[in-house]
């Protein structure tokens, strides 16, 4: 039986100590004689602590749409493009972000492991599982707008904190980095049981904070980088000195596992259980409700599995020149590469199945069409396919006719579900061993939030950032991840890339990142970080920590090559070239199309949040992010 995260804090809920309200630093009365009564001994402050992990968030679309605003993904309804890449995100009258609730519910707690009686041993522990939670909360805020308010005891209704500016941006970071190394120190090794938070997972988010504002620094022109680059290193290297994780065989397995207790690389992982805590990922994906779709700039990203990005690879069977092209190309194109491609983007592939309603597929003649029907369905690929086999089918078990599946055929042969506007349908989250039940949130596949690829990735990219970065760092790490079945990548051979410089990948060259960061090691660092979390909630935060968000997101989203042909000749499928211009819909080739040109990433202002106008009323001291408007809109005034 699984062991419960429970999400809830039943003592602190029926004592009133937890509440909504979102007022600027949440302010309410205390009851003395019932604080006290809560916070005796350490069962008690166990029982509370159930209900911080509820900051962990699981699947939900706040997670999907990372990568829908980090360029790997894009949604596939009318209107629901990036807003950061459309140039539409407007200061919000109020946001519920910019919230301290949580901040002070981990203050108190906090406030009360002094007057407890329990050991000095369980006193250390329950104020590091505080500071460890508090520091998680301030690192939300910290990474959307920066300064924040710091506030370390629960406030009285007349405390002058209220009233306070922000603290400033180094003193915020350099407070979380003090507390996450105390809970390091202090915390018991084992925590309070299995997939609970324990020494490795304080690591393993302290070098998720530390890389973030270490590389935050280095971008957007800070000092103490490399202050914060070296404590991201040292506390991924103390999971990874630990012994006790490997990379998981299965990557499909870490997304679609009803149960991720003793999985090799999960650190901790949120629970959901029939009838307590559920989510709608799987039915989403195997109905027509999935929203989120994939892009040609994230398959284009995928190496080749001779380890070469495809600009360069021998083993890629396409061109980037569009003459000559048929039906069949994005066969060419998924084949030979890095395996995760096929678990993230469902292959393309087609049957001779025709109906709305079919169970059976009937499969063509053409080897093509199969191609990858047979990989995905071979016995001898089940170590890395997992829970994935083609055709695709929707919950009931109908079957989809093909991929890409466009939503605007004339040809009546597309389905409702697995469809997608553009042709890339984002099926990482598919699975058809558990049940995709008729009721929204009551899937019960298991999310992980810290997991040892993380770590890994972590490392790398700190050493390479600092200069330390060589064949026995990448063998230790990233060459862990590409020897895997689901992956299937030659190794990284630093030597090589560094020789080859700008031209190991000349799209990159091409697309102006080299002359953001010129290392080209660097940049495959952070292309494995890219598609090993893609849905996973970096995305964004990666590319405006790495100050590229204009490269990424100033270009269309397009899908995959497209022929009219197959679809009827349908005049309401949209394409578009290479370079992102509309064809004409007698145009039989060309890229999926949905979405227009976005009007572009306006400035460095956008790389911080707004605050909310509702608390700038609250509190004159407060004063808006730079490029901001205090009245509403866009920009300042």
């Not at 890389?211 to 280095?218: D, H, M, P, Q």
């Not at 190496?303 to 039906?327: H, M, N, Q, Y």
């Not at 890994?456 to 590409?482: P, S």
């Amino acid at each position: 039986m699984k062991k419960k995260i429970m999400y809830i804090s039943c003592m602190a809920l029926s004592l009133g100590l937890i509440s909504c309200n979102d007022d600027f630093l949440e302010v309410y009365p205390r009851d003395t004689q019932t604080e006290a009564t809560a916070f005796v001994t350490a069962e008690n402050f166990e029982t509370y602590a159930w209900g911080l992990y509820s900051i962990f968030g699981g699947y939900n679309d706040d997670t999907l749409g990372a990568d829908k605003d980090g360029g790997n993904l894009t949604g596939n309804t009318a209107g629901s493009e990036s807003a950061w890449a459309m140039n539409r995100y407007k200061v919000p009258a109020s946001e519920g972000d910019w919230d301290f609730s949580f901040i002070r519910k981990c203050n108190l707690m906090l406030d009360h492991i002094d007057a407890a009686q329990m050991s000095d041993v369980d006193k250390k522990h329950w104020r590091a599982v505080g500071l460890f939670f508090r520091s998680h909360r301030y690192f939300q805020l910290l990474q959307k707008f920066g300064d924040v308010p710091w506030i370390e005891h629960v406030l009285a209704t007349d405390s002058e904190e209220l009233y306070f500016p922000r603290n400033p941006r180094d003193e915020v970071a350099a407070n979380i980095l003090r507390d996450l190394k105390q809970a390091a120190a202090d915390i018991r090794e084992t925590g309070n049981g299995t997939n609970t938070v324990n020494r490795d997972v304080v690591n393993t988010f302290l070098s998720r904070f530390a890389l973030f504002e270490g590389t935050w620094r280095k971008y957007h022109g800070l000092q103490d980088a490399d202050t914060y680059l070296r404590e991201a290193a040292d506390a991924a290297w103390a999971v990874i000195n630990t012994g006790k994780y490997s990379v998981n065989p299965s990557y499909d397995a870490l997304f679609n596992s009803e149960d991720l207790t003793g999985a090799a690389s999960i650190i901790l992982f949120r629970q959901y259980t029939a009838g307590e805590l559920g989510h709608n990922y799987t039915r989403r994906i195997r109905t027509g409700e999935l929203t989120f779709e994939g892009t040609k700039d994230l398959v284009d990203s995928y190496l080749c599995s001779d380890g070469r990005p495809i600009s360069t690879s021998a083993v890629f069977e396409d061109t980037p020149d569009d003459t000559g092209k048929d039906k069949y190309r994005e066969y060419d194109r998924f084949r030979n590469r890095d395996r995760r491609l096929y678990l993230t983007i469902c292959p393309p592939y087609n049957t001779a199945t025709t109906g709305g309603s079919v169970t059976d597929p009937v499969f063509t003649d053409d080897p093509r069409d199969n191609e990858y029907i047979d990989i995905m369905n071979d016995p001898a690929n089940a170590s890395w396919t997992g829970t994935k086999q083609l055709p695709h089918t929707n919950f009931k078990g109908f079957v989809c006719h093909r991929q890409p599946n466009l939503l605007n055929t004339a040809d009546g042969r597309n389905t409702a579900w697995g469809k997608s506007n553009m042709g890339y349908f984002m099926w990482k989250y598919y699975n058809t061993t558990t049940p995709a039940l008729t009721a929204n949130s009551d899937n019960t596949t298991d999310a992980p939030v810290f997991r040892y690829e993380e770590v890994l990735l972590n490392y790398a990219e700190a050493k390479c950032e600092l200069g330390e970065f060589d064949q026995t760092v990448a063998d230790q790490t990233v060459n862990l991840m590409r020897v895997r079945p689901s992956c299937n990548v030659a190794p990284m051979n630093v030597a090589e890339i560094k020789a080859a410089g700008r031209g190991w990948d000349p799209a990159l060259d091409a697309g102006g990142y080299y002359d953001r960061a010129g290392d080209p090691v660097l940049w495959e660092i952070r292309r494995e970080r890219r598609v090993e979390f893609v849905g996973e909630g970096f995305a964004f935060r990666d590319i405006r920590r790495w100050k590229i968000a204009d490269l990424v997101l100033n270009k269309r989203p397009q899908g995959a090559w497209i022929d009219r042909a197959d679809y009827g000749n349908s005049a309401t499928i949209k394409l578009q070239d290479v370079d992102g211009n509309d064809l004409p819909s007698t145009e039989r080739y060309g890229y999926g199309a949905f979405f227009g040109k976005p009007a572009g990433w306006p400035d460095d202002h956008y790389y911080l949040y707004p605050l909310p106008l509702d608390n700038l009323a609250l509190n004159d001291a407060l004063t808006q992010n730079p490029g901001w408007t205090s009245t509403g809109g866009d920009t300042a005034e």
